[in-house]
């Protein structure tokens, strides 16, 4: 079943690359329980169905960077961006994306939480196995307040702009 607004954010985890070591977290890959990362907080979310795809790379995630203050400006604490790709895959795909340290780029490397949210899709046609919709979400404290989910192949309503129109 598909997540809806007023559901709570499923349990399950992500994984970040760190590329700096701090306190609780090691450089490299690091796995997160997703209700630890959302408790007390708004947190944007846009999922996409891969790294250097080109609606992914050419517009969901610029626009993401692009906004950023504005969002944080209206009480976001965190934007994540969810793909089924590794951890690796990720950082290097942030590091290309200047999201580092504005955009976390968050693993979902078997699709596991994608299938809990219930936004996952085959892909298998591409020769990309199951990934994850194209979507936008708002959570607060863990709850969806705002849920954009794209019809497929279209990129209209989980952009940037939309979302930060919907706060």
Not at 7 to 22: A, N, R, W
Not at 50 to 70: I, L, N
Not at 140 to 149: A, F, S, W, Y
């Amino acid at each position: 079943m598909t997540i809806k607004i007023g559901d709570k954010l499923p349990e399950g985890t992500l994984s970040e690359f760190i590329e700096t070591e701090t306190e609780g977290c090691s450089l490299g890959p690091n796995t997160f329980n997703v209700q630890d990362l959302v408790k007390g907080k708004k947190i944007a979310i846009f999922g996409l169905p891969g790294a250097y795809t080109p609606t992914c790379s050419a517009q969901h995630v610029p626009g993401y960077v692009k906004h950023a203050a504005e969002l944080k400006a209206k009480g976001v604490d965190e934007i994540w961006c969810i793909s089924v790709n590794d951890a690796f895959v990720m950082g290097a795909w942030g590091r290309d994306q200047k999201a580092t340290g504005v955009v976390r780029m968050m693993a979902d490397g078997n699709a596991a939480y994608s299938k809990a949210l219930g936004l996952d899709a085959d892909f298998s046609k591409f020769g990309m196995g199951t990934r994850s919709q194209r979507y936008s979400l708002l959570a607060v404290d863990g709850v969806v307040t705002q849920l954009n989910i794209e019809q497929g192949g279209k990129f209209e309503v989980s952009n940037a702009e939309t979302l930060l129109g919907q706060l």
